[in-house]
């Protein structure tokens, strides 16, 4: 019941940028929204070819917050997946880079 409301609010953020989503893009931005039980703040962004996703998630100390922020290629592959931490005065804390990992070596 919690997901409802998010959905919801993640279909009426679509309506300015909508027409231009691909199909790909449109599920996983729905995907992407709904993922969160509780969120202020969603938007959704062009960002040259590639679409980008945000989300602000209240933190556990009161009035702190965490942006989610997901940047998707036309297709709808996952470019870039990472989140920045906010204190309660709005002072960047740090950022969690999730996608890309982290680099690897070749064997």
Do not use: C
């Amino acid at each position: 019941m919690a997901k409802a409301p998010a959905s919801a609010a993640a279909k009426a953020t679509l309506s300015p940028v909508g027409p231009r989503l691909s199909g790909p893009v449109l599920l996983k931005s729905q995907k992407f929204f709904q993922g969160f039980k509780t969120g202020i703040n969603q938007q959704i962004r062009q960002i040259g070819q590639f679409t980008g996703f945000s989300i602000d998630v209240p933190g556990r100390v009161p009035g702190s917050y965490t942006r989610w922020v997901k940047v998707v290629n036309a297709e709808g592959k996952t470019i870039r997946l990472y989140h920045d931490t906010f204190d309660k005065t709005g002072t960047f804390i740090h950022r969690g880079i999730k996608v890309p990992g982290p680099e690897r070596h070749a064997p």
